[in-house]
């Protein structure tokens, strides 16, 4: 994901605090997924991933190592064989996500919301994929169409707010606004409250962003990200 116009003055900082956005929120969500998905979510640190995604380590796979692991061959050959599957297309549609066949995602995804279109997981999937893809309003609409079926799910609703604070237009009370439901459901949501401050301090609400701020010190003393948040909140107005 390119961030440079994103938060000016945050650059490495958002990209820490989009904490768990891609994979985490919409494959990992679904009971269809596997223990095989975990580790490709990991390996998958390209350009679009955020700087807090765990590092590659070990020996997992490369996306075109992956491609050819015979779970996922199988998943995809399965998808193909039995389109009326949806458990099928949305396992499926989660590889294809992995390894960055973004289109083939886009398609199965699109299958597996006619077949059960009251299912939040392959709408909310259909959203990362337009946030990986920097078009924001997109992603928005999708993660709309979830919540609307979801009301409280905290991850895609904290996705949503995300989209208005990335977009080249931003819109932080909006986000503010989501970001703030999500808390309602759990105020100690440490992705959500890092987003949170992100938002105060690009406003340039210096009281809300230190409040704020020491929920996350308080919630992790240890984050990784509390030295660029502290910084930036101690430079607001000047």
Not at 2 to 30: D, H
Not at 162 to 188: C, G, H, M, W
Not at 212 to 224: C, G, I, M
Request: glycine share 6%.
């Amino acid at each position: 994901m390119n961030k440079e116009n994103i938060l000016i003055g945050f650059i490495g900082l958002v990209a820490g605090l989009v904490i768990g956005f891609m994979f985490a929120n919409s494959v990992n969500r679904g009971s269809t997924t596997t223990s095989a998905q975990t580790p490709v979510s990991e390996m998958n640190q390209n350009a679009n991933m955020p700087e807090g995604h765990p590092d590659i380590t070990g020996n997992n796979p490369t996306a075109a190592q992956m491609e050819n692991i015979p779970e996922v061959q199988q998943a995809i050959q399965k998808a193909k064989a039995e389109p009326d599957n949806y458990d099928a297309q949305l396992k499926a549609a989660g590889f294809y996500y992995q390894i960055n066949k973004l289109e083939e995602a886009i398609q199965i995804l699109n299958r597996a919301i006619k077949l059960k279109p009251g299912e939040t997981d392959p709408l909310a999937m259909m959203g990362n994929i337009k946030f990986d893809s920097e078009d924001y309003d997109a992603a928005e609409t999708w993660y709309t169409k979830a919540l609307a079926i979801k009301p409280n799910d905290i991850s895609i609703r904290t996705d949503l707010g995300l989209t208005y604070v990335l977009r080249k237009t931003p819109n932080y009370d909006r986000a503010i606004q989501e970001f703030n439901k999500s808390l309602e459901l759990d105020p100690k949501h440490l992705q959500t409250l890092q987003n949170l401050t992100v938002a105060y301090t690009k406003k340039g609400d210096a009281a809300n962003a230190k409040a704020t701020l020491a929920k996350v010190e308080a919630l992790d003393p240890t984050n990784k990200s509390l030295g660029k948040l502290q910084e930036e909140v101690g430079n607001i107005g000047k």
